[in-house]
């Protein structure tokens, strides 16, 4: 059990990364807000002892990865729809932005998270294997993959294809 | 694209009422946690108390009662572990450090030998712990001169506390009763426990020997050889052993008293 200092300043430190990761995963807020809380009451509840702030952003990343996964594929939320469905997730306001992240979404969820943690967090292919558990092989292929679809899905939508 | 990317995931940020949501949920999780805790800990705090207070109780509450008729009286009262958990009256004591806490043989072998007492001619010491406890106490007592152990119960021995005399000499008057109801209590508290167990004798007219009494204060030698003497006679008798042996003597007297001499070597 760790201290409320501690959890507040892990919820100052983690809080966007986490908020991120769902939104690249759930489709509504009430998922979101589920999962945010499940992942820092874990943190809150865990005994795992951090060798750096890399491993306890790792740490971070990994378990709300899981939930969102775990929640996803949970039988009772394969087979509802909730009401909140129909409503946007909040954030990413600029039209700009909007239109990419929609992009993103769109893309399996295969290459959303691989997108995101090499070109947000900054991962190498090694690091985000290690993460996602799986071969460094498999990540540069995802990442290669992932990058084409996103490129095609944006000249579809016919966003700025000269920046792209 | 990159930079477009990066951007666009930036302008993602946790929403200020998710943080408090949150934050809220992780402090309500830990005061839950942190109430168990407390909860846990005040219930092993009073099973503590309990037991301790329970295993203080039986330790400190006297099963048994060692009266030694000494002026005014030393009570011991001792637990079911035979210990002395109180000592009450011991103002003629010189000492007693070391009673408290004791075992209850050891407690009426400091008492007896306390320098205290030892110019008291004679001790009774009454007992309300059944045999096994007369017995060990006799046996403590057998090393000491003019010490009379017996043993009686709790009933007993307030009524011989409510007349004013020893347990032993309680007892004795309601022997000597039973023959000659006229002997009065002053009668029996003036009278040592030697006379007081001749007289029953006297009364019932058995002699010492077979009177059922036993008293600490015969003589016994031991050695190689015997020898020994017996003397009755008419308004006073003596006995007395002598040799190199083991002597007993022993005396009766229609006259009351006697008196004895032992000699051992």
Same mark, same amino acid.
């Given at each position: 059990?760790?201290?409320?200092?501690?959890?507040?300043?892990?919820?100052?430190?983690?809080?966007?990364?986490?908020?991120?990761?769902?939104?690249?995963?759930?489709?509504?807020?009430?998922?979101?807000?589920?999962?945010?809380?499940?992942?820092?009451?874990?943190?809150?509840?865990?005994?795992?002892?951090?060798?750096? @702030? @890399?491993?306890?952003?790792?740490?971070?990343?990994?378990?709300?990865?899981?939930?969102?996964?775990?929640?996803?594929?949970?039988?009772?939320?394969?087979?509802?729809?909730?009401?909140?469905?129909?409503?946007?997730?909040?954030?990413?306001?600029?039209?700009?932005?909007?239109?990419?992240? @929609?992009?993103? #979404?769109? #893309?399996?969820?295969?290459?959303?998270?691989?997108?995101?943690?090499?070109?947000? @967090?900054?991962?190498?292919?090694?690091?985000?294997?290690?993460?996602?558990?799986?071969?460094?092989?498999?990540?540069?292929?995802?990442?290669?993959?992932?990058?084409?679809?996103?490129?095609?899905?944006?000249?579809?939508?016919?966003?700025?294809?000269?920046?792209? | 694209?990159?930079?477009?990317?990066?951007?666009?995931?930036?302008?993602?940020?946790?929403?200020?009422?998710?943080?408090?949501? $949150? /934050?809220?949920?992780?402090?309500?999780?830990? /005061?839950?946690?942190?109430?168990?805790?407390?909860?846990?800990?005040?219930?092993?705090?009073?099973?503590?108390?309990?037991?301790?207070?329970?295993?203080?109780?039986?330790?400190?509450?006297?099963?048994?009662?060692?009266?030694?008729?000494?002026?005014?009286?030393?009570?011991?009262?001792?637990? /079911?572990?035979?210990?002395?958990?109180?000592?009450? &009256?011991?103002? %003629? *004591? !010189?000492?007693?450090?070391?009673?408290?806490?004791?075992?209850?043989?050891?407690?009426?072998?400091?008492?007896?030998?306390?320098?205290?007492?030892?110019?008291?001619?004679? *001790?009774?010491?009454?007992? %309300? &712990?059944?045999?096994?406890? *007369?017995?060990?106490?006799?046996?403590?007592?057998?090393?000491?001169?003019?010490?009379?152990?017996?043993?009686?119960?709790?009933?007993?021995?307030?009524?011989?506390?409510?007349?004013?005399?020893? *347990?032993?000499?309680? !007892?004795?008057?309601?022997?000597? !009763?039973?023959?000659?109801?006229?002997?009065?209590?002053?009668?029996?508290?003036?009278?040592?426990? /030697?006379?007081?167990?001749?007289?029953?004798?006297?009364?019932?007219?058995? $002699?010492?020997?077979?009177?059922? =009494?036993?008293?600490?204060?015969?003589?016994?030698?031991?050695?190689? +050889?015997?020898?020994?003497? =017996?003397?009755? +006679?008419?308004?006073?008798?003596?006995?007395?052993?002598?040799?190199? &042996?083991?002597?007993?003597?022993?005396? %009766?007297?229609? +006259?009351?008293?006697?008196?004895?001499?032992?000699?051992?070597?």
């Amino acid at each position: 059990m760790r201290s409320e200092q501690e959890a507040d300043r892990a919820l100052r430190l983690y809080a966007d990364t986490v908020r991120r990761i769902c939104m690249i995963h759930l489709k509504n807020y009430a998922d979101t807000e589920d999962i945010f809380q499940t992942v820092f009451l874990k943190y809150l509840v865990s005994s795992t002892a951090f060798a750096s @702030e @890399e491993h306890e952003k790792a740490w971070f990343i990994r378990v709300t990865l899981n939930a969102c996964k775990d929640l996803l594929g949970s039988f009772f939320h394969s087979r509802t729809l909730p009401l909140s469905e129909v409503m946007l997730q909040p954030a990413a306001q600029e039209a700009e932005h909007q239109e990419v992240l @929609e992009a993103v #979404l769109s #893309l399996p969820e295969k290459f959303r998270d691989v997108l995101y943690l090499h070109y947000y @967090e900054g991962y190498t292919a090694p690091q985000m294997a290690k993460i996602l558990k799986k071969n460094v092989n498999t990540i540069y292929t995802l990442l290669g993959r992932a990058k084409d679809r996103l490129k095609a899905k944006l000249e579809e939508d016919g966003y700025g294809s000269q920046t792209v | 694209m990159d930079h477009k990317l990066y951007e666009t995931f930036d302008s993602i940020h946790a929403e200020s009422a998710l943080v408090a949501h $949150t /934050r809220a949920a992780m402090g309500a999780a830990g /005061r839950v946690r942190n109430r168990g805790r407390m909860r846990v800990a005040a219930v092993a705090a009073c099973l503590a108390v309990l037991l301790v207070g329970s295993g203080g109780w039986v330790y400190m509450t006297p099963v048994s009662a060692i009266n030694i008729e000494t002026n005014p009286p030393i009570e011991l009262g001792v637990n /079911r572990f035979d210990r002395v958990v109180s000592v009450s &009256g011991g103002d %003629t *004591l !010189q000492s007693e450090d070391g009673i408290k806490f004791s075992s209850y043989e050891d407690a009426v072998d400091q008492i007896l030998s306390d320098p205290g007492l030892a110019d008291v001619p004679e *001790l009774s010491i009454a007992v %309300t &712990g059944g045999s096994e406890m *007369l017995n060990s106490v006799e046996n403590c007592a057998s090393a000491h001169r003019n010490v009379y152990c017996c043993s009686g119960s709790e009933e007993e021995l307030a009524a011989a506390e409510a007349a004013g005399l020893p *347990l032993g000499k309680y !007892q004795m008057l309601l022997a000597l !009763q039973a023959f000659d109801p006229s002997i009065t209590v002053q009668q029996v508290a003036g009278m040592t426990m /030697r006379q007081l167990r001749d007289e029953l004798a006297l009364l019932s007219g058995e $002699t010492d020997e077979n009177a059922g =009494y036993q008293g600490q204060g015969n003589g016994y030698g031991t050695g190689d +050889g015997s020898g020994n003497g =017996y003397g009755t +006679g008419d308004g006073s008798g003596n006995g007395y052993g002598t040799g190199d &042996g083991s002597g007993y003597g022993y005396g %009766t007297s229609n +006259g009351g008293h006697h008196s004895e001499k032992h000699h051992s070597e």
